[in-house]
Every structure is written in C-alpha cells, then in structure tokens.
C-alpha cells in the first residue's frame, strides 16, 4: 500500500507557473506508475497525465501537452507536476494517484489516490 499527499497549489496569475509535488510513504515508489488528475467545481474529474515506472515514459491529456511536465524524484520518493503558462481553465483541485500498471491512456483505474491540492488561476 502506499499513501500520497500532495503540495504545492496556491493561487497564482494567468500566464504564470506552478509546481505541484506528491510524496508517497513506504519503499515501493519505484513499483508505481504515477497520474495527475484534476477536478474542477461542478466538472467531472478529469486525467492530466501519467508517468511510468522508470520515468522514461510520460503521458498527457490534450488540454496540457506542451504546458505541463511530469516527473518523478526516487530518492525524494515525489512525482511532480510542473505547470507553464498556466490559463484560468487550469483551476482545479489536482490529485495524484498511484498504480502498479501503466496505462498512457486517459483512465481513472488508479489504486491509491491522495486527497488533493487547489489550484486557482486568476485571469
């Protein structure tokens, strides 16, 4: 099992940037593929992206290719989201997920979910 807890949101200026981290507890960091998703007030949860277990692969929705990067850190046991020009449609509350598969394709079947950061972009 492995816990996330997520840090990083805050508000900030469209056009700006923002680093989203998700530490996971345990050992087993390196066994998981990670994923970004985000949730906006009165919309569905939506995927952002994913990355595979050796950091070599990576995945991401239309709506951030180009803008966001992830990564992920073994020795911090942490996966990042770094988000550039960021637009006002970016607000949301991010959640990071873990799952020993990985699938680069848009889908929620994640095992483990964190309880998320708010994210807020002014225009």
Known sequence: QVQLVESGGGLVQAGGSLRLSCAASGRTFSRYAMGWF???????????????IS?????Y??????RFTISR???ANTVYLQMNSLKPEDSAVYYCAADIYYRPVV???YA???NGTL???SS
């Open 73 to 75: 850190d073994y020795d």
């Open 55 to 59: 950091g070599g692969g990576t995945f």
């Open 119 to 121: 994210v807020t972009v």
């Open 38 to 52: 985000r949730q906006a007030p009165g919309k569905e949860r939506e995927f952002v992206a994913t990355i595979n």
């Open 112 to 114: 483990y979910w964190g």
């Open 107 to 109: 889908t929620f079947d």
């Open 61 to 66: 929705a239309d709506s951030v290719k180009g």
